[in-house]
């Protein structure tokens, strides 16, 4: 997680979209907080209140800073790391299928995935799924290659 | 893998088909697909010249999604359990679907807010669509800073064609194009009956 923080600092650039204004009143809660207190709560799953103790704030400013870091990664990440691939990539995702399967022209794959949430206060009964429990219905589309040049 | 288009924020009951249909993606997908070269395939013999039909760059799915050009479905059990042909055909087809359904998997191991029920679902059902696009999103930044270690390259490597099906002659006669699309999937369809056709007969 420390290295994941090290290189959305670094790598991604998204240090400069969180980082806060240290005022008169107080010093911000630095960047690298900020981005960990997120990670803990999506990488390992951690309440609120659970991560609240661990970087010395409270609960709702878990929240926000959650908040603010979902926002800054959608803003300024998603268009670089979720678009189609130029047809170079695309090929070469050819290439595997094929040699995979031994069927061209597969040049990537459709899938949906339930994603398991509690029961929406507005509208919940249309999150009921026919597995049985209330969920959103995310559809993906992949690539046999993981690299992108 | 790597996820290169992602929708979010259907409610549960919405079917797989449904979202598809709907999604961004449906409507640039002939357009973005037509950039791929299509591939020839024997599908059958006709006075010892051998038939080729063009099989367009496509999309694989599992047997929710439609039968179209740009979109091949797996086959139901019912329909593997009466053709020995199709059984086949899907065999090769699910023998790649195995490591898309590992994607997801892979996705939610890797965080571990999805193993149990969201919570900030119940008041805010937005916030908790954001949260999960900024998590595909981090998921394939993960790809990128860590991915020197050429893990699919040996994918790439792991199997030989026996049957030579991979060395496809090109200059052969190629069918004209039929008027009426018609899903690729049937056309695989042919391709792997002649395939089959041709091992009983020698």
């Known amino acids: 997680m420390v290295f994941l923080v090290f290189h959305l600092d670094k790598g991604a650039d998204l240090e400069p979209y969180i980082t806060l204004q240290d005022t008169r009143f107080r010093p911000s809660i630095p960047s690298r907080v900020r981005v960990l207190a997120f990670l803990h709560h999506v990488m390992l799953g951690a309440s609120y209140l659970a991560i609240s103790p661990q970087y010395g704030i409270g609960s709702s400013t878990v929240s926000t800073c959650v908040h603010q870091v979902t926002s800054a990664i959608l803003q300024h990440m998603w268009s670089v790391y979720i678009r189609l691939p130029t047809v170079e990539q695309g090929l070469r995702s050819m290439t595997a299928w094929e040699l995979q399967t031994h069927i061209p022209g597969i040049v990537g794959a459709v899938d949906g995935t339930h994603i398991h949430i509690k029961r929406p206060s507005k509208d919940g009964e249309g999150y009921f799924n026919r597995k049985g429990f209330y969920s959103l219905n995310v559809q993906g589309i992949f690539l046999l290659v993981a690299t992108v040049l | ?202």
């Open chain 2, 1 to 202: 893998m790597r996820f290169i288009d992602v929708e979010v924020g259907w409610p549960g009951s919405v079917n797989d088909a449904r979202i598809f249909k709907n999604s961004r993606l449906n409507h640039s997908l002939k357009a973005w697909l037509s950039q791929f070269p299509s591939s020839y395939v024997t599908t059958g013999y006709a006075d010892n010249v051998t038939v080729q039909e063009e099989i367009p760059a496509f999309i694989l799915g599992d047997s929710a999604y439609p039968n179209a050009v740009h979109i091949v479905p797996t086959f139901r059990l019912g329909e593997c359990n009466s053709d020995h042909v199709v059984a086949a055909l899907n065999g090769k087809l699910g023998g790649a679907r195995y490591r898309v359904e590992n994607a997801f998997g892979i996705l939610k191991g890797r965080f571990q807010i999805f193993q149990r029920p969201m919570n900030c679902s119940t008041g805010d059902i937005r916030f908790a669509i954001l949260l999960i696009s900024a998590c595909f999103v981090l998921h394939n930044f993960l790809i990128d800073v860590r991915d020197e270690s050429g893990e699919w390259a040996i994918d790439l490597r792991d199997e030989r064609d026996e049957n030579g099906a991979l060395e496809r002659d090109h200059e052969m006669d190629v069918n004209p194009l039929l008027p009426v699309p018609e899903a690729t999937r049937e056309r695989l369809l042919r391709h792997m009956r002649c395939l089959l056709n041709g091992d009983d007969s020698d």
